[in-house]
C-alpha cells in the first residue's frame, strides 16, 4: 500500500510540473511586447564564428484588428540589410487556455517590402487575403513561470523542401531581452539538412 500511494505522489507531482499555465489576453498583451522590436545575434556571432550575425525586425501592423495581434517580420544578415533572407508576417492569438498560437504567412514577391519595419507606407498594399498560410508551421506557445514564453512546431507538420529536406521544426524561447530561435530543416531519415547545429540563435532586443 505504501509503494503505490508513493507512485501516486510521483506521478500526481510530474503532472503538476508538466502542466501547462493557463494564459489570458493579459500574457497576449505582454507577449506582444516581448516580440516587437529589433533584434540583433551580432553578440553571439563575435562569441562564436558557426552563427551569422542576424538582425531581426519585428513591426506591428493592422493594430485595430481584433484577432490578436499582427507582425511584419524581416530577418537579414547584418551585410545585406537591404536583402532579407526572410518575410513573414505573424499572426498571434490564444488558441485555448493554456496556449497561444503563431501563424506564419508568406506575401507575394515579398522584397518589395523590404525595410517596411522603418517605412509601414510599403505595407499599404498588403492584405491579409494576399498572405499565404504555411501550413502546419504554427509556433505553439507556452507562459512559464519565469515570465517567458516558450514554443515550437508540432512535430513533423511543417514540411520543407529546402536543401533536401522533408520537413523543418522551429523551436523558440521568448524574454523581455532576448529571443532564441532554432530552425532546422530535417529529411525522411531523420538527418539534419540545414539549420544551426549547436543551438538556437540568440537574438538580444536592441534599444535605442
Known amino acids: 500500500m505504501l509503494k503505490q500511494i508513493i507512485i501516486i505522489l510521483l506521478l500526481s507531482c510530474s503532472m503538476a510540473t508538466w502542466a501547462q499555465k493557463k494564459v489570458s489576453d493579459t500574457d497576449l498583451a505582454l507577449l506582444k511586447t516581448f516580440m516587437s522590436g529589433a533584434f540583433s545575434s551580432e553578440l553571439q556571432a563575435k562569441n562564436d564564428t558557426d552563427f551569422y550575425d542576424i538582425h531581426l525586425h519585428m513591426k506591428p501592423i493592422w493594430e485595430t484588428r481584433k484577432d490578436g495581434f499582427w507582425l511584419y517580420v524581416e530577418q537579414a544578415i547584418a551585410s545585406a540589410l537591404e536583402k532579407p533572407y526572410r ?33 509601414t507606407d510599403l505595407l499599404k498594399s498588403l492584405t491579409v487575403d494576399s498572405l499565404e498560410l504555411r501550413e502546419g508551421c504554427s509556433i505553439l506557445l507556452h507562459s512559464r513561470s519565469n ?40 529529411d525522411s531519415d531523420g538527418k539534419q539538412m540545414w539549420g544551426a547545429i549547436k543551438s538556437g540563435y540568440q537574438f538580444v532586443k536592441k534599444h535605442d
Open 147 to 186: 515570465g517567458t514564453f516558450v514554443g515550437s512546431t508540432n512535430q513533423q507538420d511543417c514540411l520543407s523542401s529546402l536543401r533536401g529536406a522533408t520537413y523543418a521544426t522551429s523551436e523558440v524561447v521568448i524574454s523581455k531581452e532576448k529571443l532564441v530561435s532554432w530552425d532546422r530543416g530535417w
Open 87 to 119: 518575410q513573414r508576417v505573424y499572426q498571434v492569438t490564444m488558441l485555448n487556455d493554456t496556449t497561444i498560437v503563431s501563424k506564419v504567412f508568406e506575401m507575394k514577391s515579398p522584397l518589395r517590402f523590404a525595410g517596411a519595419y522603418k517605412n
